[in-house]
């Protein structure tokens, strides 16, 4: 997944339109962008869109927060239709993905497809329990950050400077959440670039997150899907020279190392052409 395209749930439309675009996958959201009144009526057309589509698109449900009445009977709705993940906002700790977990696992349709995705760093507590996302539930299958609801709760103003830089507060818990991901032997996922103008900070900030060891990024407006695709598609060249390092290193007559066109490759060049295989594949 390079691309995941935030839609509404309440807003039909724009799920038609998402669903014409290029996005590699599409997060239908039940939480913040849906207002208080229509957090009923989003369910209703959620289940219609499961009802009136098929895909090759990955599809995401996120769920209301775990501290909300809404989200028992989110789940009460959405494990039945399946999707491919649920995103679970403010996860405050492992134990909140493990009670998804479960949920997921007593609904017969989920239980062979449903993966989970959580939301790490929304809350002051849920970067102090990162180390409780590994093995919290086997279908964690990656993380994801936000820099919104977090400088909402310290009660900041913004969460980036006049030069559209995080504020290191954010950029710690953008590297929580990478090193929270490794942690737990699960993909990381990059936030939203909230201003959908602005192309050139959009790609800017795509090439850093690749470069670090994000997987793809989460998206709100269709103009960022082509840029973001661009950006996070592992390229040929990558994975040919992936390949070199994984063939000299199997094929080493000198134990774990051995030398790539002048260069000495060991353990640590082996696990990150791995990687780069394995994220071609997903
Ligand atoms: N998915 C699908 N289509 C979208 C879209 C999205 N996320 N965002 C915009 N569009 C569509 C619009 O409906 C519009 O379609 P139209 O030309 O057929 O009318 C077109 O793209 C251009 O949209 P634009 O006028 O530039 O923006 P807008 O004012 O309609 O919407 C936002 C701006 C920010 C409200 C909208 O992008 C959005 O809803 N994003 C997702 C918000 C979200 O889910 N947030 C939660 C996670 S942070
Ligand atoms: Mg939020």
Known sequence: MRSLLFVPADDAK??????????????????????????????????????????????????????????????????????????????????????????????????????????????????????????????????????????????????????????????????????GASNAEVSAIDSVFTNFKDDDGLRAEAIVAKTEGFWGKMIIHPRQIKIVNEVFTVSDSEIAHAKEVIDAIENSKMGGVAQLNGEMIDQPHYKRALRVVMRQQK
């Open 14 to 179: 724009k799920q038609a339109k998402a669903l014409n675009s290029e996005t590699d996958a599409i997060i239908l959201d039940m939480e913040d962008s849906v207002s208080l009144k229509n957090k009923v009526m989003a369910r209703d057309v959620v289940k219609e869109f499961f009802a009136q589509t098929s895909t090759e698109k990955i599809i995401i449900v996120r769920i209301n927060a775990l501290d909300t009445e809404f989200w028992r009977d989110d789940m009460a709705v959405i494990a039945d239709l399946a999707p491919d993940y649920i995103l679970v906002p403010k996860a405050r700790s492992g134990e909140d993905i493990a009670t998804i977990n479960a949920l997921i696992e007593k609904s017969s349709n989920a239980a062979n497809k449903t993966k989970i995705i959580a939301l790490v760093t929304e809350t002051p507590e849920s970067i102090f329990n990162m180390a409780s996302f590994k093995n919290c539930a086997n279908r964690l299958s990656a993380l994801t950050w936000g820099a919104e609801d977090l400088s909402a709760e310290i009660g900041a103003q913004t969460n980036k400077d006049q030069n559209g830089v995080y504020f290191p507060v954010y950029q710690l818990a953008r590297s929580w959440c990478l090193l």
